[in-house]
Nanobody, 125 residues
Framework: QVQLVESGGGLVQAGGSLRLSCAASGRTFSSYAMGWFRQAPGKEREFVAAISPTGFSTFYADSVKGRFTISRDNAKNTVWLQMNSLKPEDTAFYYC??????????????????WGQGTQVTVSS
């Protein structure tokens, strides 16, 4: 399994931007599709974005489409989530996840077998 460590969370005003990073260990990072999920207090963990192993294909939840961008650099074993035009409803704990399944783009948590510890994002109004 790949080990994942997120960073970059914090407090930002509505309309602002944050960039989350997820550093992966292991030499097989390029074999994994990567995803970002988030969980707000009292709510279930939800899909945010995913990217194919090569980085050529990306997928987004409707709630973040046009505002968030997922990207990766396989040479650096890193995936990022650029978050622009942040809204208070984006406040949540954000998790990075890795998948070896072909249907990772469905956004199902069960398709992702490795998870990071998460990073808090708080958007103030």
């Amino acid at each position: 399994q790949v080990q994942l460590v997120e960073s970059g969370g914090g407090l930002v005003q509505a309309g602002g931007s944050l960039r989350l990073s997820c550093a992966a260990s292991g030499r097989t990072f390029s074999s994994y599709a990567m995803g970002w999920f988030r969980q707000a207090p009292g709510k279930e963990r939800e899909f945010v974005a995913a990217i194919s192993p090569t980085g050529f294909s990306t997928f987004y939840a409707d709630s973040v489409k046009g505002r968030f961008t997922i990207s990766r650099d396989n040479a650096k074993n890193t995936v990022w989530l650029q978050m622009n035009s942040l809204k208070p409803e984006d406040t949540a704990f954000y998790y990075c996840a890795a998948s070896l399944r072909g249907n990772y783009y469905s956004g199902s948590r069960t398709d992702f077998g490795s998870w990071g510890q998460g990073t808090q994002v708080t958007v103030s109004s």
